[in-house]
Every structure is written in C-alpha cells, then in structure tokens.
C-alpha cells in the first residue's frame, strides 16, 4: 500500500487524504467536494476517486440515489490520521484553501484565545526563529515592568492558554518562554552572532524528555470514570514531553502535584504519580501544588 502511494504525486496523495477524510468522519464524498476544496477540473476528481478505488477497493461504495461515494461496512483506513488533526479539520477545515463558510463541517464551538500576540509582532519572532537572528525586545514582565532585552528565539510554544517563544536571554544568560503578547518593538539585530550556548542545542530542558506517571487524584469517587476519560492502562497515563513544557502540561489538565495530594479532587481529578523523579525542571514551578525548595534562579518566563 505504501508502495502505491509512493508512486504518487504529493498533490495526489492530498486529495486522496481528503477523499477518506470525507468517508470516514462525514460519510460521504463526491467529485464536487474535491473540486471545490482543490480547484479541480472534474476529469481530475474522477481519477481521484479512481485511484482510491484501486488502493482500497473495500474502503467505499456508491450511493447511486444520492450520487455520492460512501463508506462500506469494510471500511479499513489508508491514511494515518491522528485524532487532534482530526478534530481540528472538523472544525476548522481541512486545509488552506477551504472553500466552506463558517469554518467548520460539523457545529463546533472552540474555546477562545483571550490574548492573542500581533501578527507584526509574531511574523518578527517566526523570522528570526527561522533565519536564526538575534532579536532586540521591549518585554513587559509582571516582576520588573518593560525592559529591553536581546534574546535569541529557537522555537515556539503553545501552553494551551497562550503562545510563548522559547528563548536564549542574554540579560539572564538563561533559557526562558516570552510571552508573545508581552513582546513589543521586536527588531533583528542584524550582523551579530549567537554562540553555541545560545541555539537550541544547548537548551538541556528542551532537548530533555520527560516521562509523566499520571493516575487519578485518590480523593475521586469514580476513578474508572477519569481512566476511562484518559484512556488510562493500568490505572496510570504515562506522556512523554519536553522538560521545558512539563510543567504547561500539568498546568492544562490540573494535575495536582502536590507532595500529600491535598488539593481538590473535584478541580484536580489527576495527579502526578512520579513526583521523585522529575524534580528541579524548572518548568514544574507553575505546576498545581508543586514546591522543590533545591530550585534556584529565576522563573522560566516572566
């Protein structure tokens, strides 16, 4: 199968992706929906669905009362696809170029993004990442105010509630998150250059991972309900992340950390089972309940 796929154009193997999407999450497809997604002539949308016919002719039937091609009850997917670029296609579209009013193929709310950085301020910080420039920031820190920094991005992080960019701080010689919507007159600093300490191979917790032992907070009434809920084996959800992100993760999902699981069960309905193990990330300092006297310096972001 793999091979058959190999032998087609990248462009193919998109619509072909699309063409499943369609039978699978919505149950239907037809030569209009490749059409009007890709900007197709209605010849190619025939082959289209020629060729997914030939890789996987147990995949789909045709509906010949309603024109369309559906699913069969043999239905075994292609195309790998993973449930959060799933649900994001649902409800945000499937892709640059979405032809659909109103964003979405199914009714779906989404939560809002309260803060959200400018996009002149962004497209500066995407640049240097990717032109690997040292930057030259106004940042309003809740601690010190606004300041001038120079820093030297390598990667951007989304905690969930808001966009930070990893960074190198020449002021502190540290490794920190900026918040993008704290980040104002941002300017490369053009001619300069970033020393081996300051790239991100020299970033120990972003090039660290992390195991996290989750289990249910001991205080819920209906532990199998919470494994359920997180597909937990064993009584236990094991994820692995970057260090430098760990303490974001454990922060979304309310995992108590503390030492004596003492917060509350009905806000915090997991919580961190290997807590020996990971102690002095520094990204664990805004962990719910979470408190290692031997951490020293500064936050991770401020």
Not at 117 to 139: D, F, G, W
Request: aromatic share 8%; charged share 30%.
């Amino acid at each position: 199968m793999q091979d058959a796929l190999s032998q087609r154009s990248q462009k193919q193997r998109d619509r072909l992706a699309y063409i499943e999407f369609r039978l699978w999450f919505l149950g239907d497809a037809c030569r209009r929906d490749l059409m009007e997604r890709f900007g197709i002539a209605p010849a190619m949308a025939t082959r289209d669905f020629t060729a997914y016919r030939e890789l996987a002719p147990e995949n789909i039937d045709f509906d010949g009362r309603r024109k369309v091609y559906v699913p069969s009850e043999r239905f075994a997917p292609v195309f790998e696809h993973e449930p959060e670029r799933v649900l994001s296609a649902i409800s945000r579209g499937f892709g640059d170029g979405d032809d659909r009013q109103g964003g979405s193929y199914l009714p779906c709310e989404l939560p809002l993004r309260l803060n959200r950085p400018t996009l002149q301020e962004l497209a500066v910080v995407t640049r240097a990442i990717h032109q690997r420039q040292v930057l030259r920031v106004k940042y309003h820190s809740l601690k010190r105010g606004a300041a001038d920094r120079e820093v030297v991005p390598h990667a951007l992080v989304d905690s969930g509630l808001r966009w930070h960019a990893r960074v190198f701080d020449r002021q502190s010689g540290e490794f920190r998150d900026l918040v993008l919507s704290r980040i104002e007159a941002a300017v490369p600093v053009l001619d300069v250059e970033i020393h081996p300490h300051e790239v991100a191979q020299a970033d120990k917790e972003w090039n660290r991972q992390v195991d996290l032992a989750l289990m249910v907070h001991p205080g819920v009434t209906r532990p199998e309900i919470v494994q359920r809920d997180f597909g937990m084996r064993r009584g236990e959800l094991h994820v692995t992340v970057r260090a430098a992100i760990a303490g974001y993760v454990l922060q979304l999902w309310n995992v108590d950390c503390s030492p004596d699981r003492s917060l509350d069960p009905t806000i915090h309905r997991l919580c961190l089972k290997n807590l020996n193990t990971i102690k002095g990330i520094r990204s664990l300092e805004i962990a719910p309940g979470f408190a290692d006297v031997r951490l020293g310096g500064s936050p991770i972001h401020s």
